[in-house]
Structure formats: structure tokens, C-alpha cells
């Protein structure tokens, strides 16, 4: 059996866990919701999994490539909330206690690393599962590369992409540039959603085929797409991920680490955090009992 590696979407994990939980605090009075809504995440994952390689991918602040090409890019979203970045340093510390790697790069998002890595991963050999509830992702799902919805335990293969989309994942970044996507202020094609994209990617089988018959299109849908075809290539730009972005990583040092028991131990307390040592410090035979012999 191929050795697995898990990469996890960090980022939607902050926000996710942030959102979840209500505010709670430590004992000297500062904001740990996200940090205990992460952890407790990352902990179940763990043990689900059980892991031999793993890293957790971070976006960063500041602008990316698509940010330079296109400067409308993301002009939706909404700012971090303090409360949530006090809280993101303690997160990659105790990530980085637990013995498991951190990725960002200036430049490139979460979803680009990830892409990068797991392509990596596969061409050596690797079982990938990329944790992530961004459907963007889906675009990645190939043999050997799955990907794991964390909000409800979904696992995505090329057969249950197609079941839940109605399309296949070498058609998804066709499907998301027709869509759009309002969160990262990318339009699509006016009156173009879900059902509409996808029927259309069955039929045509690809968007450069849809706009090469346009003119069996209904006069609307003609309409809508003959307005938004510049605009199209540009989509597909926004929405396609990098699989070969510069990364000097090699899989094999994703290694998960040994835990520093003692420090966490140290942390927890200090964060007011009772159950979840004893969560991390369970030993390996238990882990395995726990692993899900269901998901390959």
C-alpha cells in the first residue's frame, strides 16, 4: 500500500474553527476559540488518519500573481478579524510542537501550494488526501490524489466529483470560470449557474467547445456568453491552480515528527486546555485501532 500524505488547507481550518466555537478564553483572559477549535480539528484528523506524512499550508497576507494580473481579485473579502490573527501565531507554534510541518510562501495561496505538493506526492508514489471543504480544489481529484471535506467526512474520488457536480474534475475549472465566484469577485457568464454549467460541459464537453458552437446555444445563453468571452479567459486564469509553482520541498521531509510532550503539556495549561493532551499523547497502538480502514 502507498504511503499516504495528508495536506491540510489551513487557512479555511483558522476560519472554520474561528466561526464555530463561541469566544472562549484563557484563564488570563485572551481569545482561544480558534486556537482550541483548530487543534480539536486537527487532533480528530489524526486520529482518523493516522498520517506517517503531513503538512498544514497557510495563505499569507499580502498580494499574489493573480492579484498582479487581475487587481479586482479577492476586493470582496473582508479582513481577518483581529481577534482571529492574535490567535494564528499560537496556532503554528503549537503545530510546530506537535511535530507537524508548516507551509506558506510569500506569493502563492494555500490552494497553489497544496496543488504543487500533491502532484509532487503522487508522482513519487503517494496516496494524497488534501483536507479542504473549497470545492475549487476539486479540480485536483485524480488517481491517487482525493479530497477529504472536513465540514461532513465526504472523501472525493473522480466518481463521486462527477455524482455531486455532474462534471468530471479535468472539467471543473471550465465549471467554476462559468459559475464564478462571488467571494473572490470572479463574474461569470450571466444566468450560468450549477445545473446550467454543468449541462453544458456534458453536452459540449469543454468551454473552448461551448464557445466554438455558441450558435446552437439559445439566443440568451448566445448573448451571455458572446458578453462575457474576454472576460472568460481570464476566469479560467483566476480559477486554475499552479501544480509547478518554485517550491523547495521534497515530500519525504513532511515526515511527521515526534510531539514535544512536555511543552504542549506546558501550553495547554497555560491556554486552559485540559482534554486535548490527553488526545495527543494517546499511544500508537490506540492510534491504530482508531484508524478508518474504510477510506482506501
Known sequence: MNKKLVLVDGSSYLYRAFYALPPLK????????AIYGFLRMLSSLMKD???????????????????EKYHGYK????????????????????????????????????DDIIATLAKKGKNEGFEVIVVTPDKDMMQLVEENIKILNPVNG????????????????????????????????????KGVGPKTASKLLNEFGSLEKILQNIDLLKPKLKEAFEEARERLKENVF???????????????????????????????????????????????????????????
Open 238 to 296: 483566476l480559477v486554475s491552480l499552479k501544480t509547478d509553482i518554485p517550491i523547495d520541498i521534497n515530500v519525504k521531509d513532511l515526515k511527521k515528527g515526534k510531539a514535544d510532550l512536555q511543552k504542549l503539556k506546558e501550553e495547554f495549561e497555560e491556554l486552559g486546555f485540559k482534554s486535548l493532551l490527553k488526545e495527543i499523547s494517546k499511544p500508537k497502538k490506540e492510534e491504530l485501532k482508531q484508524k478508518q480502514g474504510t477510506l482506501f
Open 26 to 33: 484563557s484563564p488570563k483572559g485572551e481569545p482561544t476559540g
Open 154 to 189: 465526504e472523501i472525493f474520488d473522480r466518481e463521486k466529483v462527477k455524482e455531486k457536480y455532474g462534471i468530471y474534475p479535468e472539467q471543473f475549472v471550465d465549471y467554476l470560470a462559468m459559475v464564478g465566484d462571488t467571494v473572490d469577485n470572479i463574474i461569470g457568464v
Open 75 to 110: 476586493a470582496n473579502r473582508k479582513e481577518t478579524p483581529d481577534e482571529l490573527k492574535s490567535q494564528i501565531p499560537k496556532i503554528k507554534e503549537l503545530i510546530k510542537l506537535w511535530g507537524i510541518k508548516i507551509i506558506e510562501i510569500p506569493g502563492y495561496e494555500a
Open 49 to 67: 488518519l493516522s498520517p506517517e506524512y503531513i503538512a498544514v499550508v497557510f495563505d499569507l497576507p499580502g498580494k499574489t500573481f493573480r492579484h
